[in-house]
């Protein structure tokens, strides 16, 4: 795939409205099994809003599948299969209560570090997508070249 003469903040609203499109079709009605050709236009017309970069006190990481492994060569088999099937039925609050012991414990043993995060970029109030035409409509367009 290639791009040309795009700027940033254009790259940055395209990949915007793919990953907005992705809830969209994850909904829909995929397209049966094959290949599928496309030709189309599609008109893109709105705002683009960008936070300031910041810095965030963050835990350090971890391998939380070492850690796992570590707790579980401590135990017996029986005890192990006992965790891995009272884990499965946990909820998403029981989950992160344990997770955030586990920040808790982690960030006591190895402190925190800082880390440069980029400010967040979202859609404007309004922002337009609309399909312009198919190759049907485009078929007496001259070409243009874009290079």
């Given amino acids: 795939m290639e791009t040309k003469n795009f700027d940033n903040a254009q790259m940055t609203a395209l990949g915007k409205l793919g990953n907005f ?11 049966e099994t094959g290949e599928h050709f496309v030709d189309f236009l599609v008109h893109v017309k709105g705002s683009l809003l960008k936070g ?40 998403a609050k029981q989950e992160k ?17 800082v880390k440069e995060m980029k ?15 198919d190759a049907n409509d485009v078929a007496d367009l001259p070409e243009v070249d874009v290079a």
């Avoid at 970069?53 to 029986?78: C, E, I, M, R, Y």
């Fill in 119 to 133: 400010g967040q970029v979202r859609f404007g109030k309004k922002f337009e997508v609309k399909l312009v035409a």
């Fill in 52 to 91: 300031e970069d910041f810095s965030k006190q963050v835990p350090q990481t971890a391998k939380p599948w070492l850690l796992f492994a570590v707790a579980l060569s401590k135990l017996n088999g029986v005890t192990v299969d006992s965790i891995v099937k009272e884990a499965m039925s946990f909820d």
């Fill in 21 to 31: 499109l992705k809830k969209e079709i994850d909904a829909a009605e995929s397209p």
């Fill in 97 to 113: 209560t344990v997770k955030e012991q586990a920040i808790s414990a982690l960030t006591k043993i190895k402190g925190t570090t």
